[in-house]
């Protein structure tokens, strides 16, 4: 029996969605995976039999009772394509198990999947989700296969870094502001350190903005201070903004590809207090939880640099196992034991 997992190329290497995705095809391979290329485009005009054709070639090396961990991303390739690869991965006897990256119906405020969404999930062997909160709703969806969590995205590095972090009363924010009123609207006399592209730079107050660097490089980039992980939504009726995503409600029960980084990175975190990961960070003290935006003045003022040192310390812990792939890894191997042997 051999494992795949599947990786989709053809989209922006500047994507923290490619990296992600990297991430947990290269922690796959790191302990013997096979990987399997997927290419994003568009099908729509591509004949009935030369897609057939393409589909034979991807899964050329499937063989009876493999296990293929399929990375999905809505929007990269159609439905249809992506349902039509599953059905033919089943044919030729593989297993798949199902690594979902997002949930468009959670992101505008839904709280369980649509009703199609969950009987698709059921095509597959298991299914990996973000957190324990995403795997309930999934459970409450309607989902019957076996179900594991992920708990954190990997963020692996091809070279390690050893300089630790520096003592900052400082805040860094690695993407885009603007998606969120509490940090595009930055009253905080703590400066707020942005790594995003941004094409028009005004003169904010107490806001440095670090220009863009791709995912591999910025670990190293980030190396004093606190990551913020901070999600609020814009009221329904804000004329400026078109789509009205509740990613605050979304970060309840996903995962913020951003914390990896940040910890990654060896910085501590600073995060809201209904986090899906906010107990976690409170427990294993890598971070500080808060209920308001209001509150980070006080926590700067009231930090020391030996506290701030302890928490270093303790983020060194997961740094180390999310630049190996361990939370992937852990997923690969549980989503196998539910697959492959039952109350052990």
Same mark, same amino acid.
């Given at each position: ?12 290497? !500047? ?8 991430? =947990? ?32 070639? =991807? ?20 439905? +249809?394509?992506?349902e039509a690869l599953i059905r033919k ?32 999930? &059921? ?23 076996p179900i594991v969590s992920l708990g954190? @995205?990997?963020? !692996?590095?091809?070279?390690? @870094? ?121 427990? &294993?003290? +890598?971070? +500080?939880?808060?209920?308001? =935006? ?26 180390? !196992?999310?630049?190996?792939? @361990? ?6 191997? &549980?989503?196998?034991?539910? +697959? ?5």
């Open positions: 029996m051999q494992y795949h997992v599947t990786n989709t190329y053809g989209f922006s290497s !500047l994507n923290a969605a490619k990296k992600a995705q990297n991430d =947990i095809a290269n922690a796959g391979r790191r302990i013997g995976f096979n990987e399997i290329p997927l290419f994003a485009y568009r099908d729509d005009n591509e004949a009935p039999e030369s897609l057939n054709a393409r589909m034979d070639g =991807i899964i050329a090396p499937i063989r009876q009772g493999d296990i293929v961990f399929f990375q999905y991303n809505i929007g990269l390739n159609s439905q +249809i394509y992506t991965i089943k044919v030729y006897g593989g297993i798949p198990v199902l690594f979902v990256h997002d949930n468009h119906e959670l992101l505008f405020g839904e709280d369980r999947l649509w009703p199609g969404t969950a009987q698709w999930y &059921n095509e597959f062997g298991a299914v990996i989700a973000h957190t324990e909160q995403l795997k309930e709703i999934f459970i409450k969806s309607g989902v019957t296969v954190l @995205f990997d963020y !692996l590095r091809e070279t390690d @870094f050893d300089e630790r972090p520096t003592f900052e009363k400082a805040v860094t924010v690695a993407g885009n502001i603007y998606k969120t009123p509490d940090t595009a609207n930055w009253k905080q006399k703590t400066t707020m350190k942005v790594w995003s592209p941004v094409e028009d730079v005004k003169d904010f107050p107490n806001i440095q903005f670090m220009g863009s660097s791709d995912p591999e490089t910025l670990p190293a980039l980030i190396n004093s201070g606190f990551g913020l992980v901070w999600y609020s939504d814009s009221p329904d009726d804000d004329p400026t903004v078109k789509v009205h995503y509740k990613s605050e409600y979304y970060s309840t029960v996903n995962s913020a590809h951003r914390l990896s980084l940040y910890l990654v990175s060896g910085i501590p975190l600073i995060v809201k207090s209904n986090l899906a990961q906010a107990q976690m960070i409170k427990e &294993n003290d +890598i971070g +500080i939880v808060i209920d308001s =935006i209001e509150e980070i003045d006080e926590v700067m003022d009231n930090m020391t640099e030996e506290r701030y040192n302890q928490l270093v310390d303790n983020v060194q812990k997961f740094k180390d !196992l999310i630049s190996t792939g @361990f939370f992937s890894q852990r997923a690969f191997i &549980n989503a196998t034991q539910a +697959i492959k042997l039952k109350n052990i």
